[in-house]
């Protein structure tokens, strides 16, 4: 019989919101130093399947939920031929929830977010290419910080952490008031623009401020919106970034699937507003939003919500239609734009030489058509910004201010440049 796994927590809110203005598809890709190779990369995407079972999965539909379900075909690597982060084709993947793909030096995976977040594509992307190299008969010795697939699964890594780590402790949620969001002329294909720059540079310009890095770069990025799109209007909105949290840096999870928490930090910006006002006020927010017992009540809150839905036996499409209405009208209309940063991003010294830079691309949706991601390593440091709209005035300014505030050299980049 063929194993099955419930999706998880977050997972089922993907799941119930996606559509072709919303692909809940994310990506990670790391540039390599030479041309991919296809048939090595399809041997190391088949060794590794086998060492991660709750990514070779299939959907399953159920009447009061739908669930994930051992998928035994084979998932073939392909040339990229398409935009970014598309809605995943069940025919195209042979019914997977993601794809791995290759163009020229570069290699991404990407996710249909009910699978897994960030940290768990991370960790499938770091074994796919330290597998690659081995099948390019690369030396390189595993430190440890890259999955061993002559280990067997383990049943920490199918964790649904929600429900794990949940406690009895609650307070009813504020609710958070509606942001600004931009809006602009719908495009067929998620377009993205890639920033590189030296980690090193970008460490330094954040220290001259006091704040972290994901703190510079969200105050740069309101300042931005900010002078494109409201500097000029009677009616000052509050912008808010929506921040990705990891919560396996609070909590001791192993878990391969989603387990994140999102906080949203922001401000309404007046004329008179600094740069280093912004900065205040996102780091003083950040540093208390951020604080695990905020986030314990958060991840509560949101078990307790999928509790009440799961205990009552109505059909699966009433259920969507209700997390639908709540992501909208408490998701999706309360930020401005999403900015997740993965950090630094550690593999075994000897990997290090065959890896020019990695990227993190967020698709955007219907209300929040311009998203960020940022990774780094090597010392190289990558901001990508994926859009559903033509316009790219906030990009643009973006790495105007950046690069005035800072000083540092940038990069720009399309992703069809590879």
């Known amino acids: 019989m063929d194993q099955w796994y419930k999706i998880d927590n977050a997972g089922k809110i993907f799941h119930a919101v996606s ?3 919303n692909s809940s598809v994310f990506r990670i890709a790391m540039i390599m130093n030479s041309p991919v190779e296809e048939d090595k990369l399809q041997s190391a995407l088949d060794d590794i399947l086998k060492r991660l ?3 070779a999965v299939k959907l399953g539909k159920g009447i009061f939920w739908d669930f994930l379900v051992e998928n035994d075909k084979k998932l073939f690597v392909q040339e990229e031929h398409h935009f970014p982060c598309a809605p995943i084709d069940p025919i195209e993947t042979n019914g997977f929830l993601f794809r791995v793909l290759y163009y020229n030096k570069r290699i991404a995976v990407e996710f249909f977010h009910s699978v897994t977040d960030g940290t768990g594509a991370l960790e499938f992307l770091k074994a796919l290419v330290y ?5 390019q008969h690369a030396l390189i010795e595993n430190d440890g910080s890259v999955l061993d697939i002559e280990d067997p699964p383990s049943t920490y890594e199918l964790d649904d952490s929600y429900y794990r780590y949940k406690s009895n402790h609650s307070v009813k949620n504020p609710r958070e008031g509606h942001a600004f969001q931009v809006k602009g002329t719908p495009t067929e294909e998620t377009m993205v623009v890639h920033g590189v720059m030296q980690s090193s540079d970008i460490q330094k310009a954040a220290k001259a401020y006091g704040v972290t890095i994901t703190a510079y770069i969200t105050s740069i990025l309101i300042a931005a919106i900010y002078h494109e799109k409201l500097q000029y209007r009677l009616r000052k909105e509050e912008i808010k970034i929506a921040i990705p949290v990891n919560l396996r840096q609070m909590f001791p999870s192993k878990s391969l699937r989603n387990f994140f928490a999102v906080v949203n930090v922001g401000m309404q910006v007046e004329e008179h507003t600094t740069l280093e006002d912004i900065m205040a006020e996102i780091s003083k927010q950040l540093q208390k939003k951020a ?3 905020a986030l314990q009540l958060g991840l509560n809150h949101h078990v307790k919500l999928q509790t009440m839905l799961a205990a009552r036996f109505v059909p699966i499409f009433i259920k969507y239609y209700a997390i639908r209405y709540g992501y909208k009208s408490y998701g999706e209309r309360t930020k401005t734009m999403t900015l997740t940063n993965l950090g630094n991003v550690q593999l075994p010294e000897q990997m290090m ?3 020019e830079r990695m990227e993190m691309v967020m698709y955007p949706t219907k209300k929040s058509p311009v998203n960020g991601g940022i990774c780094s390593i090597n010392d190289q440091f990558v901001i990508s ?6 316009e790219a005035d906030v990009i643009r300014s973006f790495f105007q201010e950046l690069t005035k505030t800072s000083g540092i050299d940038i990069e720009v980049y399309a992703n069809d440049e590879g």
């Not at 597998?131 to 099948?135: A, D, I, N, P, V």
């Not at 910004?385 to 033509?390: D, K, L, N, V």
């Open 131 to 135: 597998y690659y190299l081995l099948e």
């Open 53 to 55: 079972p709750m990514f």
């Open 353 to 355: 030489p065959y890896i």
């Open 19 to 21: 559509g072709r203005a």
């Open 385 to 390: 910004f994926a859009r559903s709209i033509e």
């Open 291 to 293: 604080e695990k017992e």
